[in-house]
């Protein structure tokens, strides 16, 4: 149990006092009371809301309340004061032996530090990725690779069940294309020169897959017609790619679970399961579509056909699941894609790019409409990334067969510095990725910034090693003012990793761990200007053992936290 779950825990028991007396009614709801560190660091180290909320419900006043509260805290063995600001704000002060029990149970605790039940062990599917298995993984594709991994970690080590899916979106036009320009690269193998037509993918990825088909087939398809060879290079070339797809991800320690066929959904009929099951709660219905606002194309006419509710849901109209040929719409075929997720899972996760907000309204209400409102279902839209080197933009083009592949990007810089550097801001605000910027050893880097920050710690067993100091056990009275200041930055780890679990939102710990490392080497340059600050000192082996249990109280936390991040905690930096 983490710090403030447990004060969280004493405010609950503070509140039930106070409904046995009589001074709260029963039966208040407490889910808007938080327990959480002040703004200013200088009002104490714990901030409740608790008199603030609920006051009004209770029909007294907020500062009579919090009054009743603080007596009641106060009477904690690891509370130093309790003190009312404003109209009804409650501020604490914890004592240092508290602070130094945090310290202890960091060490007890280890790598399970900061683990979290709030999931319950409720069953979540996260897909991401998902990028048509037309050719290899591109920096496009990178951002969402990035977060909805790091996120399916995060909803894990928060007590989650999760299951990392790969949508393989193998039914559409694109890979009829795709077949086309394998066929081509087969004949090149078979010794023919050819032409790239215009609007097939003249990437040389496909010089492989055409040598493959050549070696299968020999030249039984040159001549042939392409409804002889069309199925069958299309499942061929798909094959292909999703092997190079699963490498490219593999380089950046992506693993998924399940990679769902959208052909294979087709040919097993979930969409018409899905319809029908929509049908029979009168949520399909068969009408004709509103005509385009403005003048009408030449070519337009009003046809009928099934169009799913979702005005119902929130959208601002209803949408065809179908075709007028009887094909399935894209978002005909999605939505039973989803119905099929939500049978196995209780929450739902998309990863997005953020060119597909347009259709994130439909699909929730189609989710909505199928689960009965019963699973939450969340899509996480992620902007583009722009690729530069030393400020002046990387051209990228995929049918242009150009573009900067993530294997080229994570061979130059490397797949922990790709990794954290993706989740360094917010996944739906922009992004920019210079080469340089990314490796570069300053204070401006967060991943070089964090990384030194556990190759600083790291060096400090060495040097007392070195030195031949023998460390006696850490007395934790030893530590002042300045180390239990960390020591607190540190204890909010847990609580980082519980929000960022619920918000969905794991560049949260990226940022946490930013800070932390900004605190710890602000402690170490104290050294710097009073040698008696610094953490190993040959003459005191009493203050070098216990700084250094704190040293490596920090380590643990940025190993914790930058495993989240499917990034390694470096002990000494290149």
């Known amino acids: 149990m983490s710090l403030y779950t447990r004060f969280t825990a004493h405010l609950d028991a503070v509140l039930d006092a106070l409904e046995a007396e009589g001074t709260l009614p029963a039966g208040l709801n407490r889910k808007p009371v938080t327990v959480e560190p002040p703004r200013d660091p200088s009002h104490g180290d714990l901030a409740t809301n608790a008199a603030m909320v609920l006051a009004k419900p209770a029909g007294t006043n907020p500062r009579a309340l919090a009054d009743a509260i603080v007596t009641k805290l106060q009477a904690l063995d690891e509370v130093e004061s309790a003190a009312i600001a404003g109209p009804g704000f409650i501020n604490l002060t914890l004592t240092d032996p508290t602070w130094r029990a945090e310290l202890a149970a960091i060490h007890a605790d280890a790598d399970d530090y900061g683990q979290s039940g709030i999931g319950q062990g409720v069953t979540v599917n996260v897909e991401y990725v998902s990028a048509n298995p037309t050719g290899p993984m591109h920096m496009g ?53 050819v ?65 769902s066929s959208e052909a294979e959904l087709q040919a097993a009929g979930k969409p018409e399961q899905a319809e029908a099951w929509l049908r029979a709660h009168d949520l399909v219905y068969d009408g004709v579509l509103e005509a385009p606002k403005g003048e009408l194309p030449d070519d337009w006419e009003p046809v009928e056909l099934p169009l799913f509710r979702s005005t119902k849901f929130g959208d601002d109209q209803d949408r065809p699941i179908k075709k007028s040929n009887g094909s399935w719409t894209y978002f005909g075929a999605d939505m039973a894609y989803h119905y099929q997720k939500a049978q196995s899972a209780d929450q739902l996760i998309d990863i997005w790019g953020a060119d597909h907000a347009g259709t994130v309204k439909r699909i929730q209400a189609a989710v909505a409409a199928l689960t009965e409102g019963k699973a939450r279902f969340d899509v996480k839209l992620i902007q583009m990334v722009r690729l530069l080197r030393d400020g002046e933009p990387v051209k990228m083009s995929k049918r242009a067969g150009n573009f900067v592949t993530l294997a080229d990007v994570v061979q130059e810089v490397g797949k922990d510095v790709v990794r954290f550097t993706m989740l360094t801001r917010k996944a739906d605000a922009q992004m920019d990725f210079d080469f340089a910027k990314v490796v570069e050893a300053s204070k401006d880097n967060p991943v070089f910034y964090v990384q030194y920050a556990h190759a600083r710690i790291a060096s400090l067993g060495r040097r007392a090693e070195e030195a031949g100091i023998v460390l006696p056990a850490p007395d934790l009275s030893l530590l002042g003012t300045a180390e239990l200041a960390i020591v607190k930055l540190a204890a909010q780890f847990p609580r980082v990793v519980e929000g960022s679990a619920l918000a969905r939102e794991p560049h949260r710990v990226a940022f946490y761990l930013n800070d932390l490392a900004s605190a710890f080497h602000g402690w170490w340059n104290m050294g710097n200007d009073d040698p008696r600050a610094r953490v190993i000192l040959a003459d005191d082996p009493a203050l070098t053992a216990t700084r250094l249990f704190l040293a490596q109280g920090i380590g643990q936390i940025i190993r914790n936290g930058l495993a989240l991040m499917g990034v390694a905690a470096l002990t000494e930096m290149q």
């Open 141 to 193: 594709h990178c951002r969402g690779a990035v977060v909805g991994d790091a996120l399916a970690t995060l909803l894990e080590y928060a007590g989650h069940k999760v299951t990392r899916e790969y949508y393989i979106n193998d039914a559409g036009g694109q890979v009829d294309v795709l077949a086309r320009s394998a066929h081509i690269r087969y004949r090149e193998a078979l010794g023919e020169d």
């Open 195 to 259: 032409t790239i037509p215009e609007g097939l993918y003249p990437g040389d990825y496909l010089v492989p897959v055409g040598q493959a088909l050549a070696a299968e087939y020999g030249d039984k398809f040159v001549g042939a017609p392409e409804s002889d060879w069309l199925v069958t290079f299309r499942s061929f070339a798909v094959a292909q790619m999703m092997d190079l797809i699963r490498a490219d991800l593999a380089l950046l320690g992506i693993h998924h679970d399940i990679f």
